[in-house]
């Protein structure tokens, strides 16, 4: 979890903690406590939050996930 950077992203779109807690329909308190990464989101809070704050793949994956995920690679499947 980077809280610097969902701070950020949170000041870019105007949006308070109070506004993200509401989406989320959690507590400022639990709210906070996801933020500082002392609980995790869930991934419905993840995509209502990256929503709210139109945050495109690579944001979400900075913020919520350490940059860890890696892009998929499709293969072309061919059918005979």
Known sequence: MNTMELNVAMMRKNATAND???AIKKSHVTF????????????NEVRTIANALELD????????????????????????
């Open 20 to 22: 993200l807690s509401n």
């Open 32 to 43: 906070n406590k996801k933020r500082c990464g002392d609980v995790p989101f869930d991934v």
């Open 57 to 80: 793949l690579q944001q979400v994956n900075l913020i919520f996930f350490d940059n860890d995920l890696q892009p998929c690679k499709l293969y072309h499947v061919t059918m005979q």
